[in-house]
């Protein structure tokens, strides 16, 4: 008998011959599928390796800028206590004077290099208390210090009051001086707020100490102090000459304010003078400031 053909018209072998094309397709296909995935995890690994050595890299860069920090901060640290060492109480000293004259106007710096009694500079009788009068003479005339003799002492707690009110109204640091012995006063001055005292008298000018009991050893400087008196024509420039032979202080009993007046004319537009004041004020101004040390 002959065999039957399948209805379909396609013979076994042409149905084996497609499977076979279709199966290698599909093969194909997978492994393209497969070349795709590993190109895939490649480029993401390797970006990932690239990410992970960028990040060590930077890490790396991070601890050297990090040590590098750490050791310029321990040079600057070293330099601070080099520095801290180094700074000596002159250093502190120094500063200070420099606070105290900076921003300070001519004027003022010549009548810092005066010293005189309350009377002078108020105009009252006998000064027995430091009030606005007093506020506004060291205002108009801020000198460098006053002179107390012993008819401005009534009492410890007034001479003392008198002292204290004097420096509150003062817009720069005063000297306070008894010239005069008073039987009402303790043998220690500081104590009311005198800080320096004469010594060592001559004809015309001697020489200030400050007091032991406020400075003690600090200090064995002195300011040499010219007395000037006379007619208030000739004060400034009797002044002028006796600053310009080594004075650094000016005692005017009478007559102050024409002895400033005198002095400033004196010294004004005259570069080389001005520099002087600075250098006197400057001597001064260590000797005021040691008792704040």
């Not at 009797?238 to 007559?255: F, H, M, P, R, S």
């Given at each position: 008998?002959?065999?039957?053909?399948?209805?379909?018209?396609?013979?076994?072998?042409?149905?084996?011959?497609?499977?076979?094309?279709?199966?290698?397709?599909?093969?194909?296909?997978?492994?393209?599928?497969?070349?795709?995935?590993?190109?895939?995890?490649?480029?993401?690994?390797?970006?990932?390796?690239?990410?992970?050595?960028?990040?060590?890299?930077?890490?790396?860069?991070?601890?050297?800028?990090?040590?590098?920090?750490?050791?310029?901060?321990?040079?600057?640290?070293?330099?601070?206590?080099?520095?801290?060492?180094?700074?000596?109480?002159?250093?502190?000293?120094?500063?200070?004077?420099?606070?105290?004259?900076?921003?300070?106007?001519?004027?003022?710096?010549?009548?810092?290099?005066?010293?005189?009694?309350?009377?002078?500079?108020?105009?009252?009788?006998?000064?027995?208390?430091?009030?606005?009068?007093?506020?506004?003479?060291?205002?108009?005339?801020?000198?460098?210090?006053?002179?107390?003799?012993?008819?401005?002492?009534?009492?410890?707690?007034?001479?003392?009051?008198?002292?204290?009110?004097?420096?509150?109204?003062?817009?720069?640091?005063?000297?306070?001086?008894?010239?005069?012995?008073?039987?009402?006063?303790?043998?220690?001055?500081?104590?009311?707020?005198?800080?320096?005292?004469?010594?060592?008298?001559?004809?015309?000018?001697?020489?200030?100490?400050?007091?032991?009991?406020?400075?003690?050893?600090?200090?064995?400087e002195g300011l040499v102090?010219?007395?000037?008196?006379?007619?208030?024509?000739?004060?400034?420039?009797?002044?002028?000459?006796?600053?310009?032979?080594?004075?650094?202080?000016?005692?005017?009993?009478?007559?102050?304010?024409?002895?400033?007046e005198g002095m400033l004319?004196?010294?004004?537009?005259?570069?080389?003078?001005?520099?002087?004041?600075?250098?006197?004020?400057?001597?001064?101004?260590?000797?005021?400031?040691?008792?704040?040390?």
């Amino acid at each position: 008998m002959a065999k039957k053909k399948k209805k379909s018209g396609v013979s076994s072998r042409e149905l084996r011959r497609q499977r076979r094309i279709r199966n290698q397709i599909l093969s194909y296909i997978t492994l393209g599928i497969l070349i795709l995935g590993i190109a895939a995890g490649i480029f993401f690994a390797g970006r990932f390796i690239t990410g992970w050595i960028s990040d060590k890299r930077h890490e790396k860069e991070l601890e050297k800028e990090m040590a590098a920090m750490a050791e310029e901060g321990q040079d600057e640290t070293e330099e601070a206590i080099e520095e801290v060492d180094t700074y000596t109480e002159e250093d502190l000293l120094t500063e200070m004077v420099d606070a105290s004259i900076a921003g300070m106007p001519l004027e003022d710096r010549v009548a810092g290099l005066f010293l005189t009694t309350p009377e002078a500079l108020t105009g009252v009788d006998v000064a027995l208390k430091a009030g606005e009068s007093t506020k506004a003479a060291l205002a108009e005339l801020p000198v460098g210090g006053m002179v107390y003799a012993a008819s401005n002492v009534q009492s410890q707690e007034q001479f003392s009051q008198m002292l204290m009110d004097t420096i509150s109204r003062s817009k720069y640091q005063l000297f306070l001086i008894l010239d005069e012995e008073s039987e009402m006063l303790s043998e220690d001055l500081s104590t009311y707020g005198i800080n320096m005292e004469f010594a060592d008298k001559g004809e015309g000018t001697f020489r200030t100490v400050t007091l032991p009991s406020l400075l003690g050893d600090r200090t064995e400087e002195g300011l040499v102090t010219a007395m000037v008196s006379g007619e208030e024509e000739t004060l400034g420039a009797a002044c002028l000459e006796a600053w310009q032979n080594g004075a650094d202080l000016l005692y005017v009993q009478e007559g102050v304010k024409a002895a400033y007046e005198g002095m400033l004319a004196g010294i004004q537009g005259n570069p080389e003078l001005e520099a002087k004041v600075q250098e006197s004020l400057e001597a001064i101004y260590r000797i005021k400031c040691c008792s704040t040390l």
